[in-house]
């Protein structure tokens, strides 16, 4: 989620090493438990991903707003809304929706391309990136066709669609929403949450999701998980490390999180990938790391 705050250079001892193991795990095991709630028969929009976003959502806005914090005003409600179709309907979504024919682990490599769509976008808004930064661009790209193009993924067209939409869609929502009027970056998760949740219950709705029966233990467990470790925990972690650390640092879990989806989609769903699927891996989380480390050397 994009919530633009400003980045201290102080760090806070062991809360950092704390807040950057939860981002770190919790985010990479979001993939697995979409994997189970899918498996459990679970609606993919509707409940699984938008039940999901409207509870986290809406108990962190009763929470913020219990403790006097600022609703967002009329004029910011629309770039909430925006934010939330994009970065949620779009980008969480479209994974869970590719979860229905991909691996868990496969998801999470092509959700790690995210960082290379931003830089892009970056440079058509006139940030001109760095001889670095276009070689961590180039190099990511070639990942990311040898992805799509050589992995199990060729088998699966509609999964394809899905993974390439997902992270155009998270991009595109955090580069339109910077230097936008927002509330306060809680807030903004909070409300950006309960946005996305709304129309994501509705897209579910509107392509004909029905619940048939009640939810078994493992589906009712997942999206629990998913709502309070993933969406709750997880992001309140990646806010307050954007506030404390240095940005590169915080959002070093886009080349952290594949591993560790792949490691517990391989361990608990006994996922299998080809050497091509770890090849493109490999090859996405070296542009990142590029593009990273051109960033530092220029800031």
């Known amino acids: 989620m994009s919530v633009p705050v400003s980045a201290q250079t102080a760090p806070r001892g062991g809360l950092v090493v704390v807040a950057l193991l939860l981002v770190y795990v919790v985010w990479g095991s979001t993939y ?20 999901r976003f409207v509870l986290a959502g809406g108990l962190l806005y009763a929470l913020l707003r219990w403790r006097g914090v600022a609703a967002p005003t009329r004029t910011q409600w629309p770039t909430l809304v925006v934010m939330g179709f994009c970065l949620l309907f779009l980008g969480n979504g479209m994974v869970v929706m590719a979860e229905r024919d991909v ?33 961590g661009i180039g190099i990511g790209f070639a990942g990311v066709l040898w992805l799509n193009a050589g992995s199990s993924l060729t088998a699966t067209p509609a999964g394809l669609v899905f993974l390439l939409i997902a992270p155009l869609g998270w991009a595109a929502g955090s580069i339109w929403s910077r230097g936008r009027d927002l509330p306060s ?48 925990i997880g ?21 952290v999180n594949p591993v560790i989806a792949v490691a517990l989609g391989a361990w608990i769903a006994h996922e299998r990938f080809s050497a091509a699927d770890i090849g493109a891996m490999a090859v996405i989380l070296a542009g990142v790391v590029v593009i990273t480390l051109a960033r530092v050397r220029r800031t």
Do not use: K
């Not at 998801?107 to 930064?133: D, I, K, Q």
């Open 32 to 51: 697995l438990g979409i994997h189970l709630a899918l498996e459990s028969g679970l609606p993919p929009l509707s409940v699984i991903s938008g039940t």
């Open 103 to 135: 691996s868990s682990g496969l998801a999470a490599v092509a959700v790690a391309s995210v960082p290379l769509w931003m830089a892009l976008f970056s440079a058509f808004r006139g940030e001109r990136p760095t001889r670095g930064e276009w070689l």
């Open 185 to 232: 970056p809680f807030m903004t998760a909070a409300a950006q949450m309960l946005c996305g949740g709304v129309i994501l219950v509705a897209g579910g709705l509107l392509r004909g999701e029905r619940m048939d029966m009640l939810p078994n233990l493992q589906g009712v467990l997942s999206v629990g998980y998913l709502t309070v470790f993933g969406s709750i």
């Open 235 to 255: 992001f309140t972690a990646y806010v307050w490390l954007l506030q404390n650390v240095r940005p590169v640092l915080a959002s070093s879990y886009a080349y």
